[in-house]
């Protein structure tokens, strides 16, 4: 019986054993294939990044877009400050309330399309990231001051501005005065400011490299001088472009007749040093009536205050930064940004091109804050 039993179970356990083991080793790489899926990382890329690679066709000399990480805020990020930035340079626009009871807001819409090229777009936005800054005045609705901090702006109301005798008869420009204020943010070396009524082209972070831009010595010509003045800064920055006239070249030039006056700045698009000794002596212009012609306020004060003749000149930026009134020409020329309305633009050939950037900017959002729920 004893040899019966070593022979009945000797093959039976030489069957169980392989068997045993495949179990073992099936069972193994099982738990290492949901422990290899579990602790691998997921995609992190943003969908969104593939959204401003789309629109290259809008404009033949606009290089196709490189898809980038979409920059500054998302829905978790702190909201932007004056206090918190620390950068050098700056950019600036000025939005007071519609007062058109129909309607949207197209100033608004206007600021929030350029915040959006200004710190999103791959083909505009600045590389160094340089704040943006809106100035608003007490009237703007804290709606909309919400959805442009949540565009990535500073949102910065300075208090209103006594322009004195200056007033002038045009409903949109009754506290364009406000951008004075500008002058106060001493902790920029140089702001640039746009009116909220302009669409980039390109990138603009290297006009803080234009020549124009450096610090220029106030000069002393007695006749640059009038003695019922506040005194003027030491030195000084202010750079700008001169008004276009509506039928131009590209580039503009006086040989061409593309200026009405070579000096005489248009107010919608400058380069600045902030100093509050500048902006005192600003100030002192408005308590002497008749100084200078109220109906355009702040810009012919500024041109005013750095007459050609006068000892602190304003200096020409390069043209390719800015044209106002704007044509296919101008785009085709590679200026970098255009003046003008993308709501109704004076060459309506422009109008899908402008137009375009607000459909892009609803649409980033609307994809951006969609995929975020």
Not at 34 to 57: C, E, G, I, K, Q
Not at 124 to 130: E, F, L, P, S
């Amino acid at each position: 019986m004893g040899m019966s039993y070593t022979r009945s179970t000797s093959p039976l356990s030489g069957r169980r054993k392989p068997r045993f083991y495949i179990c073992l080793y099936a069972t193994l790489a099982i738990i290492i294939f949901f422990a290899f899926f579990v602790y691998t990382p997921l995609p992190t890329h943003d969908l969104t990044d593939h959204r401003d690679a789309l629109v290259s066709h809008l404009k033949d000399n606009i290089p196709t877009a490189v898809i980038h990480k979409p920059s500054n805020n998302h829905n978790h990020d702190p909201v932007p400050s004056l206090n918190t930035t620390n950068s050098t340079y700056a950019y600036a626009t000025f939005l007071a309330t519609n007062d058109s009871p129909l309607g949207e807001d197209k100033y608004y819409t206007a600021t929030r399309i350029l915040a959006y090229q200004l710190l999103h777009a791959p083909e505009t936005r600045t590389t160094n990231h340089y704040p943006f800054i809106v100035l608003v005045t007490a009237s703007v609705s804290e709606a909309k001051r919400e959805r442009l901090r949540r565009d990535g702006a500073i949102v910065w109301e300075a208090p209103p501005f006594d322009a004195g005798w200056v007033t002038t008869d045009v409903s949109t420009w009754q506290n364009v005065m406000s951008k004075l204020r500008l002058w106060e943010l001493t902790q920029f070396e140089r702001i640039c400011f746009l009116d909220g009524d302009t669409v980039l082209v390109k990138p603009l972070d290297d006009i803080f490299n234009d020549r124009s831009v450096i610090s220029q010595s106030t000069a002393t010509r007695l006749e640059g001088l009038r003695f019922d003045e506040a005194p003027m800064p030491p030195s000084y920055v202010f750079a700008g472009v001169p008004e276009m006239e509506v039928q131009h070249h590209y580039p503009p030039s006086e040989a061409d007749h593309d200026w009405p006056n070579i000096d005489y700045l248009n107010a919608g698009f400058f380069v600045l040093q902030p100093s509050l000794a500048l902006l005192d002596y600003y100030t002192s212009l408005t308590a002497l009536p008749d100084r200078f012609n109220p109906h355009l306020p702040e810009q012919n004060l500024l041109n005013y205050a750095h007459r050609r003749e006068g000892n602190m000149a304003w200096k020409q930026l390069d043209t390719k930064w800015n044209i106002h009134y704007p044509t296919t020409e101008d785009l085709r020329g590679g200026v970098a940004s255009l003046h003008e309305k993308w709501w109704a633009p004076i060459n309506e050939e422009l109008g899908p091109f402008l137009r375009s950037w607000r459909w892009r900017m609803e649409g980033f959002w609307e994809g951006r804050e969609g995929m975020a729920r």
